[in-house]
């Protein structure tokens, strides 16, 4: 398994505060992403980040935001959460670079938000 | 927007047959993934198919790709109960950047003992 740690893997909390989700990985990867699924809806692209402080938007990236301060840490902050935000997370890394796997994405285990 | 887009959305089987699930895409592709996942789990990466390549195999699992159509499926030859899951094609479209994946909603498969 890819050395990829999501925290907390499950967390209830209520409308309107503030959450985090942590991601570390040590494969020293350069790409990171955090998903989100839903039924009917499968994986969706929240934000992504390819290096230390360079980060993008994905498809659905409104109400979130991101951090990446070193190449193993990569934050999801939910600045406050919505029932609509309610899901399981992913993180996910990957290396373009390299030629005979960098397509590949390597997923965490998720982390199950409720939002009440 | 969803290009691959998977079918059957569901399939049952009993234990030892084969399963067969497709993935259809809109847009030329580089490469083409199939990923399985299990309940309340990570995805994990099965196979990858360039467009250049017609048919891969890894162990059980045998992989084609079809260009012309615009679709690969996934075989899975003599099912067991393991092979329980969720799968998911994901397509790297010849236009996108390096991260952009695109993913199927998935296929939902169950092996009967």
């Known amino acids: 398994d890819a050395g990829i740690t999501q925290s907390p893997r499950h967390k209830v909390t209520e409308t309107g505060t503030p959450v985090t989700l942590r991601c570390h990985q040590t494969e020293n990867h350069r790409y990171m992403y955090w998903y989100r699924q839903d039924p009917g809806h499968g994986l969706r692209l929240i934000h992504y980040s390819y290096g230390v402080k360079d980060t993008d938007k994905g498809e659905v990236s409104d109400g979130y935001s991101v951090s990446r301060s070193k190449t193993e840490d990569f934050l999801l902050t939910l600045e406050s959460a919505t029932s609509s935000q309610t899901s399981v997370y992913f993180c996910?890394?990957?290396?373009?670079?390299?030629?005979?796997?960098?397509?590949?994405?390597?997923f965490g285990e998720g982390s199950w938000l409720t939002v009440v | 927007s969803q290009q691959g887009e998977e079918d059957p959305q569901a399939l049952s089987i009993q234990e030892g047959e084969n399963a067969t699930m497709n993935c259809s895409y809109k847009?030329?592709?580089?490469?083409l993934q199939w990923y399985r996942q299990n309940s309340g789990r990570g995805l994990v990466h099965l196979i990858l198919i360039r467009s250049n390549e017609r048919e891969k195999h890894s162990g059980r699992l045998r992989v084609t790709l079809d260009t012309s159509k615009k679709s690969s499926s996934l075989l899975i030859t003599a099912s067991r109960a393991a092979d329980t899951a969720s799968y998911f094609c994901a397509t790297k479209r010849a236009m996108d950047s390096n991260y952009q994946l695109i993913w199927g909603a998935g296929t939902k498969l169950i092996i009967k003992p």
């Open positions: 996910a890394i990957s290396d373009p670079g390299q030629p005979s796997s960098g397509n590949t994405i390597y």
């Open positions: 847009t030329s592709i580089n490469n």
